[in-house]
């Protein structure tokens, strides 16, 4: 396929999961990270959403439960282009009845070239990094020209 670019702007859509064992985690790094997450738009999966909100203060658009459904709901977003950023702090040594869905995020995140953090170190990285507050060009899938050869 065929290559592009988008254009991810200074302020990010950023979504934020976490597998229970690891919500306390994540919990902990939105605190520490809570001034510079204000500046941009939060999306989250159901409990990992209401939790950072309560917690923090921060403004966190909630989607459904993971199991139920939030974990494809935030995938559908990365594809159409609405999440520039994925905060999932997963439990690699505790299987979850949705783990489809789980590789299906992750599997969307690599196809749509977003940076993932998986843990607490990588998300470190990621919003000590220059670009995460600055406008950044990443390479894409061009899907609408895919699209247009398939058509024709």
Same mark, same amino acid.
């Given at each position: 396929m065929e290559s592009t670019t988008r254009k991810i702007a200074a302020s990010k859509n950023i979504a934020l999961v976490a597998h229970d064992h690891c919500k306390p985690s994540l919990l902990a790094w939105a605190k520490k990270n809570n001034e510079k997450l204000q500046l941009h738009k939060l999306f989250a999966t159901g409990t990992t959403?209401?939790?950072?909100n309560h917690h923090t203060g921060l403004h966190v658009t909630g989607m459904l439960s993971g199991p139920m459904g939030g974990d494809q709901q935030i995938g559908a977003m990365i594809a159409e282009q609405r999440i520039d950023?994925? *905060?999932?702090?997963w439990d690699p040594l505790n299987a979850v009845p949705h783990d489809p869905d789980v590789k299906a995020l992750l599997r969307l995140a690599t196809v749509w070239n977003i940076?993932?953090?998986t843990n607490a170190a990588t998300a470190d990285f990621l919003i000590t990094?220059?670009?995460?507050?600055?406008t950044i060009d990443v390479? *894409?899938?061009?899907y609408q020209s895919y699209l247009d050869k398939r058509t024709r």
């Open positions: 959403g209401s939790l950072v950023l994925l *905060i999932f702090f940076p993932v953090a990094s220059p670009y995460f507050d600055e390479v *894409i899938p061009d």
